[in-house]
């Protein structure tokens, strides 16, 4: 083989494997967990860069046939997201606050999406270096690592919802955050420890739009879910009114949350909100087109 | 597969007033409001449930 297509290929390998490093951040959310489901997507991301980086090389060898195991490639892609919904799924039946079926998807859909784009990144960055040379190629390999890290972010909650811490009161047996109600408890000694464990905020969708979002129950149990899972969860399993909730005032639309964190510090519970991922399974794209 | 689950189950009652409650749960009758709140107490953590106030001198214990 020619020393060209052997630089073409390892450039195209290096960049995606590089990218789906970059892409790999064990953040909060503690997914994937470290280091053996890191280690499981550095190989496939390794794949995926190898295949990617290949397919210029054999187009311009004129060996076609080789172009079709880009299409089994593929079908192993599809595996990671059976594979990563399979693992979540089965660590849901013990949660206390679970992540709920939207988010779980969500998760997995982006594990398959970013190896299609690590295999177009290999692909891109060795067909720039078979044409243009080793030092261009990898230079526009830089620049296609840069659009893929934008391509993988999302909407997170502040770009769609105001978010505001509000207070906890009881109407006699009735729990309310701001104007939302939130539950009914009937004993004096819940009501002293939801108020002194429980912490409230509103989400107001910024955008009719956006009020699809935080209907969605996936949603809602993704916030409860990411805040619990940072700060910590006071509940137990016969404590179920330390449950989070996340109610809907029916006149304004606005959202209550009521959880129980075990760290109160308010602008680490703002921080965590802000960041929760707007699920795409959540957005209908409502009134588009209309 | 996961299941979201909104099943909600009455477990009992517990009331100072038998006459407002009627029907296939088990009732608890208590003598005063302090002996209402000792027991739904001790039923919701055994039960592992959450006692309402209906407002008519009744508590139900709900698991949710």
Do not use: W
Not at chain 1, 27 to 52: I, N
Not at chain 1, 63 to 71: K, P, R, S
């Amino acid at each position: 083989m020619e020393e060209r297509y052997l630089i073409s290929i390892a450039l195209g390998a290096v960049f995606g494997v590089v990218t789906r490093f970059l892409l790999l951040r064990v953040d909060y959310r503690a997914y994937p967990s470290y280091p053996h489901a890191y280690t499981a997507h550095l190989a496939f991301g390794l794949l995926a860069g190898l295949v990617g980086a290949v397919t210029p090389v054999a187009l311009a060898a004129e060996q076609y046939d080789a172009v079709t195991f880009l299409l089994l490639v593929a079908t192993q892609f599809r595996e990671i997201r059976n594979l990563e919904r399979d693992k979540l799924e089965h660590l849901e039946t013990i949660e206390l606050v679970p992540r709920g079926a939207n988010y779980i998807e969500g998760i997995a859909e982006l594990f398959e999406l970013r190896n299609y784009l690590i295999m177009l990144v290999g692909a891109a960055t060795s067909g720039l270096v078979l044409i243009s040379g080793a030092v261009p190629g990898a230079g526009a390999g830089v620049v296609l690592y840069l659009v893929a890290l934008s391509l993988s972010g999302d909407l997170q909650l502040e770009d769609v919802a105001e978010i505001q811490p509000a207070d906890l009161r009881f109407e006699g047996p009735e729990l309310f955050i701001d104007d939302v109600h939130i539950m009914n408890i009937a004993r004096e000694e819940s009501r002293e420890m939801i108020l002194q464990y429980g912490v409230g905020l509103t989400v107001q969708a910024k955008d009719d739009e956006f009020v699809g979002v935080l209907d969605n129950m996936g949603q809602r149990q993704a916030i409860v879910h990411d805040l619990i899972h940072v700060l910590g969860n006071r509940e137990d399993v016969d404590t179920p009114e330390l449950k989070p909730q996340v109610r809907k005032d029916m006149d304004s639309q606005k959202m209550g949350v009521y959880f129980c964190p075990l760290d109160f510090d308010r602008d680490r519970i703002l921080k965590i909100v802000r960041y929760v991922p707007v699920l795409s399974n959540a957005r209908r794209g409502a009134g588009e087109g209309l | 597969m996961t299941k979201v689950k909104f099943e909600k189950n009455v477990v009992c009652g517990v009331t100072t007033d038998p006459s407002r409650v009627r029907g296939g749960i088990p009732i608890l009758v208590v003598d005063d409001e302090e002996e209402m709140e000792r027991v739904s107490g001790l039923l919701s953590r055994i039960l592992d449930a959450v006692a309402h106030d209906m407002g008519t001198g009744v508590y139900l214990v709900v698991q949710h």
